[in-house]
């Protein structure tokens, strides 16, 4: 299998005169993307993504660690005789040349004849939507077009690596949409290992088998979208993924206990003891059913409604409870009668909850 393998990578910038702060450096990334899988790594801006990607193209050397795909160790190879292929958030397409001949280009490098290369240019922009445009100039293109042109030119050489930097970030949010769908489809389609690089959730999500969180030049934690989401592995990847709910406590003798001991939960044994915190996912609330009888699996809280939003189809409510401000997601029906400054009795499955070691 040609696996792209990244064996503890490192990097410190130099520190220049002016810099008051001591210059980045990205820890050590040890990392195994199969071959057709669609990974990303994301994370806040400057946590060192870039740079981590640039490592990888051969862009820049690294101070320690190794690049290999399959058998072939490719640390001390020129970027462009990785066979690797680029889509940057700028198309970067050759003005001059035409669409078709933007795409063909690589080949033409590769001595691919010209029939070949054209035909082969011509079946690419099918694929990404755009035959008939190919004899057009990209100043001829829409945006979104010109990312289809890069996409295209990126794929057609078969890359063994397709690395992709935050490349629809100058879209708007319909036409991110639409490429997002698009990429996925033919990275499916033609199973090219892709290295993306995002700071939007949202869209790593959508894509990615796997995600790497990063932050502050560190890889947090690698896992499938579902895993991170559900089970974050500290508090930093929680806030970043946007995870709503993280209550501090402490957890003593197996048992979460709130700063303001108002409540305590038993918790998984794999918790230590110390300050830690308890995440309740939002689609795991659930309102209070009448004569029900309170027993030891839940945790309850008693709240007043302080804001009731329509989002993508469900309702998004947020609860004053004590001094907690919870948000709940809520089905229309299940929110119907709710009004804002009404009080409401919540309930949660011990189950549920996610505590974490700060
Ligand atoms: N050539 C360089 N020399 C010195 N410092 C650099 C260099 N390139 C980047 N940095 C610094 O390294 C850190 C990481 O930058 P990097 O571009 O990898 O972050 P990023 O996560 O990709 O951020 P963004 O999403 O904003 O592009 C930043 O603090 C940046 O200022």
């Known amino acids: 299998m040609s696996d792209l393998r990244i064996i ?12 008051k702060d001591p210059a980045f450096s990205l820890q050590p990334v040890a990392l195994t993307i199969k071959e057709g899988e669609f990974f990303s790594l994301l994370g806040p801006s400057g946590c060192g993504k870039t740079t981590l990607l640039k490592l990888v193209a051969g862009l820049m050397p690294a101070d320690k660690g190794e690049i290999w795909v399959g ?49 082969d240019a011509q079946s690419m922009l099918e694929h990404v939507g755009l035959s008939g445009y190919g004899s057009r100039f990209p100043d001829e293109l829409s945006g979104g077009q010109q ?37 996925r489809g033919v990275q499916k389609e033609f199973h090219v290992t892709v290295l993306f690089v995002t700071h939007d959730r949202e869209e790593a999500f959508y894509l990615s088998d796997r995600i790497g969180v990063m932050s502050e030049g560190k890889l947090l934690q690698i896992g499938k979208p579902k895993e991170i989401y559900e089970q974050p592995a500290n508090v930093k990847v929680a806030s970043f993924l946007g995870l709503k709910n ?31 915190v308890m995440i309740i996912r939002p689609e795991t609330i659930r309102l209070v059913p009448d004569n029900i009888v309170k027993n030891l699996q839940c945790l309850y809280f008693r709240g007043v409604i302080q804001q009731k939003i329509f989002n993508h189809g469900f309702y998004s409510v947020k609860v004053q409870a004590g001094e907690y401000l919870l948000t709940c997601s809520f089905t229309s029906q299940e929110a119907e009668n709710m009004k804002v400054g009404q009080t409401i009795d919540l309930m949660m499955n011990n189950g549920d909850l996610r505590f974490l070691n700060e």
């Open 8 to 19: 503890n990578i490192e990097k410190q910038y130099p520190q220049t005169k002016q810099q």
């Open 71 to 119: 058998d072939d160790h490719l640390t001390a190879v020129a970027p462009e005789a990785r066979r690797f292929a680029m889509v940057f958030q700028q198309s970067l397409l050759f003005p001059h040349m035409t669409v078709e001949d933007n795409v063909a280009f690589g080949l033409k490098m590769q001595k691919i004849g010209k029939r070949e290369r054209l035909a």
């Open 147 to 183: 990312q289809r042109v890069a996409l295209a030119r990126a794929l057609v050489a078969k890359p063994r690596v397709l690395l992709m930097d935050e490349p629809f970030s100058a879209l708007d949010p319909s036409l991110r949409e639409e490429m997002r769908e698009l990429l």
């Open 246 to 276: 993280i209550i501090e406590g402490r957890v003593i003798n197996n048992r979460f206990v709130s700063n303001d001991q108002s409540f305590e939960v038993p918790v998984q044994t794999s918790i230590k003891t110390g300050p830690s």
